[in-house]
């Protein structure tokens, strides 16, 4: 237990869905990401909230939206995804930015 | 550019050790990690080596670095079917917060 968690564990959407993925941390940590992994690939980071302000959005397409309400939520909206999307979503947290990070068992994503 | 390059796979004998490997091309990187998924978890850090280091042994698990070949590896003493997994090597860079991930080399325990 990483004091990472992530909701829902999986998740099956339709092209024309729209879904949001939910992570929360129980750490005090002021900076939280959204990595992207596909197999065989190395891990992609899609985006970096400190203190609830984004900091890092790496090209990432418009369909996914990310909301950081506070410092312990993170949420990643999803809507008109493509297949090309299916991948196991995990989220992260560090004190600080650049900090060790810890990581949640992640959200396995199955666009059909 | 940031690269950071791992086996896909490795598969070792039960009570063998297990050398995973991985090369790196940036040299300013600060900190190399080794993080540890099991099936349906998360990323777990396992160890990690500051890059003035040649050495960090914690228990079964010893991490060489060789600094002038940007070469990281893990070792696992006793390697046992707890220890099936994807390893996954990072670095990170003084100038930059992100972390510079590999692809993970699966390490496969035969009994």
Redesign the interface.
């Known amino acids: 237990e990483t004091g990472v968690t992530q909701t829902p564990r999986h998740l099956v959407m339709g092209m024309t869905n729209k879904k949001s993925l939910k992570c929360e941390q129980h750490l005090g940590h002021n900076a939280m990401y959204w990595y992207k992994q596909s197999a065989k690939k190395p891990l992609e980071l899609m985006f970096v909230y400190s203190l609830e302000e984004r900091v890092e959005n790496n090209s990432v397409p418009s369909r996914f939206s990310p909301e950081c309400p506070n410092s312990s939520h993170l949420f990643l909206h999803l809507h008109t995804l493509q297949p090309e999307d299916s991948a196991l979503y995990l989220c992260a947290s560090s004190q600080d930015v650049g900090a060790e990070q810890y990581f949640g068992p992640g959200t396995r994503l199955t666009v059909t | 550019g940031e690269d950071?390059e791992q086996s896909?796979f490795l598969s070792v004998r039960e009570g063998d050790s297990s050398v995973i490997n991985c090369t790196y091309t940036d040299s300013s990187s600060t900190y190399l990690y080794w993080?540890k998924q099991e099936p349906?978890?998360?990323?777990?850090?396992l160890t990690?080596i500051f890059s003035n280091m040649d050495m960090k042994q914690d228990q079964r698990l010893t991490v060489l670095l060789n600094k002038k070949d940007k070469h990281l590896s893990l070792r696992i003493a006793d390697t046992q079917t707890g220890d099936s997994a994807i390893y996954?090597c990072?670095e990170?860079i003084d100038s930059n917060?992100?972390?510079?991930?590999?692809?993970?080399t699966k390490l496969i325990i035969k009994p």
Do not use: D
């Not at chain 2, 917060?97 to 993970?104: E, K």
């Open positions: 950071v896909l993080y349906g978890a998360g990323l777990q850090l990690y996954f990072a990170s917060y992100q972390l510079i991930w590999g692809a993970g």
